[in-house]
């Protein structure tokens, strides 16, 4: 069956490169007929096939593309080096060289403009737009579009419209904004019907078609991804025929239709491959990965997903390796190997917390990018009335000087009255600004530190509730972890409620005499179990009674975080050291344990709470790093320093510098 379907998939694209054969047959034959001397002409057939290629070729349409080029650069023709220059780009962008396509279309821009050729200058926005939308970069690709598209307007190109409108709406699509999505892609099938441009429709219908999809309407799916289709086989466009191959395959797949499935996905992959398109062929690894999980053939679908995988991580493509981390989640769970589906699920969170903070920044990007937009034109207006106002001042001072007076005044009034106004504005301004960094870093540490761990715990609860792990051994070793994430999670959320009244101000500093030899004992008597579960032994070498002057719950916080972090990365058997020692005016107290150590780079973020990191203790214990970053801004608060030095493999230490009372 899957060797007729290979067959099937072979016939179609030769009947489909025959169809093509005229049209680039008599571009031959025009090319062969034009002297040499008419370098122009020849640019002009040869840019032309360039274009013709792209569809099947994208090795061809390169080749064609230099060459108009270099005839364009002997004759110093413009507008042929704009246009071979963004056709060039075009090729590479498909083919996913992004910094080659990126600098090929400004080379376009720059000689576009030159010319004053309004079509290319939108056509190279249009191709940037795709560029920064297939990088994940969607405000700056929704500007380019809409460059393209004013321009397209004001010049009433119904082509260059249509394309637009469908460029938009697959951006709408990427952030989640289907129903604008779908309004986008009618309209630009509506434009293209007006041209008959069936390629345009192809790929309009296919995007309408992937909509329904994600919304698991897989009938409308494969009515919308037919019609498609079928206008691609019409227009002999590969491009769209691929796609609308592979929105059936999906939908066949996710139908349990897999025979279907599988004819339609391998025949999306073979176009792909032709068009050297690597995201979409990565894309569609992956659906051939779940249609083989769906088969329970395991080790072809991770075949698939490895080879998916090494795409999506060359083009650095996140979406991708989400799903592809996704599936293996599944394949291991049905596999019975539970730590493994618990270390691809835990990689999928970091992976969406990624994403989630990409589209995110896009999103702010957007508001500021409306906001400065406003601003402009509110200064526009704000222009336009004031020269209106001084007009009607210079007519009153000539009718009479006193009202002309008066009126200088009132307005020396209303600008002190104007910049009170924007003092105090200002102010409110920063103090928002206040509030909303506060608010994204507690929302920041809620998504990373509190849910991950809670994710793992239902994760955990899932698998005991199951009847996957049925001996002893595994649901001993599940509880430790249970109890190791429910650890953790308390931890995270104590220390997000002193951190969260810290920053709000709702935390008074009393500083006092602290015996630092008191203090140290207490900690370690506070820990002294958690050391013996590990074996390790925590030594106090503080033998005088040293004096500072702190708060002495915040320093015994910061004491109790600095020991309990070091007896997280000893080995067992090995021991923890505290000692103190006078040193210009201050008492350093030194926390020292020999386990894992951490590397500079590691250090150089430790106390940055946009930066933390979570690393496993060597028993596999779970922190989220907001201790320490909390334990900085309290010994800052009291006046000291919090330092740290330490070496991979050779352990860490940590040093407390504050005031010395009896000096």
């Not at 920064?132 to 579009?145: D, H, I, K, S």
């Not at 499935?261 to 025949?267: E, G, Q, R, S, V």
């Not at 072809?300 to 293996?328: G, P, Q, V, W």
């Amino acid at each position: 069956m899957k060797t007729l379907a290979v067959f099937i998939t072979w016939l179609l694209l030769a009947m489909q490169l025959q169809a093509q054969t005229p049209a680039l047959d008599s571009l031959r034959s025009l090319l062969v007929k034009t002297p040499l001397e008419q370098d122009t002409s020849r640019t002009r057939l040869f840019i032309e096939m360039s274009n013709r290629w792209s569809r099947i070729n994208p090795d061809s349409a390169l080749f064609f593309a230099n060459a108009a080029y270099k005839l364009s650069a002997k004759q110093n023709f413009k507008a042929g080096l704009a246009e071979s220059l963004s056709t060039k780009a075009w090729v590479n962008i498909n083919m996913g060289n992004f910094a080659e396509g990126y600098e090929h279309y400004i080379n376009a821009l720059n000689h576009f403009s030159e010319i004053k050729d309004e079509s290319g200058i939108a056509s190279v926005y249009n191709g940037l737009g795709v560029t920064y939308g297939m990088q994940e970069n969607y405000t700056v690709a929704l500007q380019y579009f809409f460059r393209a598209l004013k321009i397209f307007e004001r010049n009433k190109m119904t082509a260059g419209m249509a394309s637009c409108y469908l460029k938009i709406g697959t951006l709408n699509q990427k952030i989640h904004d289907y129903d604008k999505a779908l309004e986008n892609f009618k309209k630009s099938i509506q434009l293209s019907e007006l041209i008959n441009d069936k390629v345009n429709q192809a790929h309009g219908y296919n995007n309408i078609g992937t909509i329904y999809g994600i919304r698991h309407e897989y009938e409308k799916c494969i009515e919308a991804t037919t019609k498609s289709k079928e206008l691609a086989e019409e227009s002999k466009s590969i491009s769209a025929l691929a796609s609308s191959y592979m929105n059936m395959g999906m939908a066949y797949s996710e139908l349990k239709n897999y025979s279907i499935a599988d004819t339609n996905l391998n025949k999306a992959l073979y176009y792909f491959k032709q068009l050297k398109s690597k995201e979409q062929i990565a894309r569609t690894y992956n659906g051939l990965a779940n249609l083989y999980f769906g088969e329970n053939q395991i080790s072809k679908a991770k075949h698939f997903i490895d080879s998916s995988n090494a795409i999506a991580r060359e083009l650095n493509n996140k979406s991708i390796l989400y799903d592809n981390l996704e599936t293996m989640v599944g394949i291991s769970r049905l596999e019975g190997r539970l730590d493994t589906a618990a270390i691809y699920y835990e990689a999928m969170l970091s992976l969406k917390d990624s994403l989630f903070n990409s589209e995110k920044n896009n999103q702010i990007e957007k508001l500021k990018g409306s906001y400065d937009l406003e601003k402009k034109q509110a200064t526009i207006e704000d222009l336009k009335k004031d020269n209106i106002s001084k007009t009607k001042q210079r007519n009153s001072l000539i009718l009479a000087i006193v009202i002309g007076s008066l009126l200088t005044l009132l307005l020396i009034f209303s600008f002190i009255d104007i910049k009170r106004k924007n003092r105090l504005l200002s102010q409110q301004k920063a103090e928002l600004k206040e509030l909303n960094n506060l608010k994204d870093k507690f929302y920041s540490i809620l998504s990373h530190d509190l849910r991950s761990p809670i994710c793992n715990i239902l994760l955990v609860i899932d698998f005991l509730s199951s009847d996957i792990a049925t001996s002893a051994e595994e649901r001993v070793d599940l509880l430790k972890k249970l109890k190791s994430a429910t650890s953790s999670t308390l931890e995270t959320m104590d220390n997000l409620l002193q951190w969260g009244k810290f920053q709000t101000n709702n935390i008074a500093v009393v500083s006092k005499k602290i015996n630092l030899q008191e203090a140290v004992e207490r900690v370690v008597r506070f820990l002294n179990q958690s050391a013996n579960n590990k074996s390790i032994a925590i030594v106090n070498k503080v033998e005088e009674p040293f004096i500072v002057n702190a708060d002495e719950n915040q320093f015994e916080f910061i004491l109790r975080n600095l020991v309990s972090n070091s007896l997280k990365f000893s080995y067992p058997g090995s021991k923890v050291e505290i000692w103190a020692r006078k040193l210009d005016g201050h008492v350093c107290l030194y926390v020292r344990d020999y386990g894992t150590g951490m590397s500079k780079e590691l250090q150089e973020n430790l106390f940055k709470a946009n930066e933390r990191s979570s690393t496993n203790g060597t028993a596999g214990e779970i922190g989220s790093g907001l201790g320490l970053v909390l334990s900085k801004e309290f010994i800052t608060q009291n006046n000291g320093q919090l330092t740290v030095k330490s070496e991979v493999g050779a352990g860490t230490t940590f040093a407390i510098k504050l005031p010395d009372r009896e000096n």
